[in-house]
């Protein structure tokens, strides 16, 4: 049972989990932008406000970036008997350099449309 043992697993999970609590607080912050852009009184203030929306745009991409490719480090660095297994195979064949760009597209076009509510007449 080497492959319990494999730290590329340990490591892997790890950057699935820290994937995982990193939406979570993308979600909450674009929850509360959104909130605060559509039902608030931000005539103003609008500048101001530009720095929550860059921050958790800045935070989607650089947190989801640094976990997808954790990942695929991790990936490489499974054992033999790892790479035997075949959750090994399907999870080592995912997209991941299209899940960075839907992460990085995702990052932009939920600032483009918090800007967009922030800035109409």
Known sequence: MESQTDPSLNGLFRAISFQIAGIAVT?????A???????????GHE?????PIIATAVFTFV??????QSQVANIKDANI?????????????????????????????????????????
Do not use: H
């Not at 979600?27 to 929850?31: E, K």
């Not at 959104?34 to 608030?40: G, K, Q």
């Not at 500048?47 to 720095?51: D, N, P, S």
């Open 81 to 121: 008997e790892t790479k035997k297994t075949n959750a090994y195979k399907y999870i080592s064949t995912q997209p991941y350099r299209l899940l960075r760009l839907m992460n990085l597209f995702l990052a932009i076009a939920l600032a483009a449309s918090q800007f967009a509510i922030l800035f109409a007449s």
């Open 47 to 51: 500048i101001a406000l530009c720095v």
């Open 27 to 31: 979600l909450t912050a674009n929850s």
């Open 63 to 68: 947190w989801g970036d640094a976990t997808l």
């Open 33 to 43: 932008n959104f909130a605060l852009i559509l039902f608030a009184d931000t005539d």
